[in-house]
């Protein structure tokens, strides 16, 4: 039986495919870096450089995770065309949890006082109702706390600098005053309180803590 001479392997052939399968995929990598858009993006002051290739500004967002909400400050705008060494920020208006008349939502305001946040709303509060901010109680018009960064638990998955922290939304809770008419001897008394029961409302009266009005007298307060 006569076999045939195998050829020598041409090692110039597989030398050439090693270079294409080593050499095409960083080709492809330095001309997508070549054409890309270097663009700093800033996130409520966290700040990245990405390379993209989207055409605007909420393209971009998109791609990034980062979802605008109507009163959040974006510039340039959403529609802008991205263009080299732009820079992109986006300040995220703040979250609220707001209680009030058996409804509970999540509102983003800018507001720094529960009066502004409440206004933003929709929600109008009566001269004798309570506001409660994160089960205390608080002026209208007084400055709510400052809002702290929670760092998220470290993950395999670096992702992008904003992504890492989260500010929860701050409760604002109101209670809604109603009208109590008492009756002692002779005089007549309305107060609006925001107790739960009569008996705190009563206790409240005698501790102080009532401004009542008679019977055709002008309201000052609550209970």
Known sequence: MVQ?????????????????????PVFLVWVYWLTANRVMVSVDGHRE????????VDALLLDLGVTPHA?????????????????VTVERARPFRLIADGK??????????????LEDAGI??????EILVDGQPWGGTDRLPVPLEKQLPTTYDRGFAWNRVRIDPLQ??????????????AAQYTIYTTAQTVG???RRI???????????EAGTGNV
Not at 4 to 24: M, N, Y
Not at 104 to 117: A, E, I, N, Y
Not at 124 to 129: L, Q, S
């Open 4 to 24: 045939k001479e195998q050829s020598p392997p041409d090692f110039r052939k597989q030398f050439f495919w090693v270079v294409v399968a080593v050499g095409l």
């Open 49 to 56: 450089v990405v390379y993209t290739h989207r055409a605007t």
């Open 71 to 87: 009163d959040d400050r974006i510039t340039p705008p959403l529609d802008s065309e991205l263009t080299r060494s732009l820079v």
């Open 104 to 117: 509970d939502r999540v509102l983003f305001s800018w507001g720094d006082t529960p009066k502004h946040v």
């Open 124 to 129: 109008v509060v009566d001269t004798y109702d």
């Open 172 to 185: 604002i809770r109101i209670r809604r005053s109603v009208p109590i008419v008492v009756y002692e001897g």
């Open 200 to 202: 705190e409302a009563l």
């Open 206 to 216: 005698h501790e102080g803590a009532a401004m009542i009005r008679t019977k055709g």
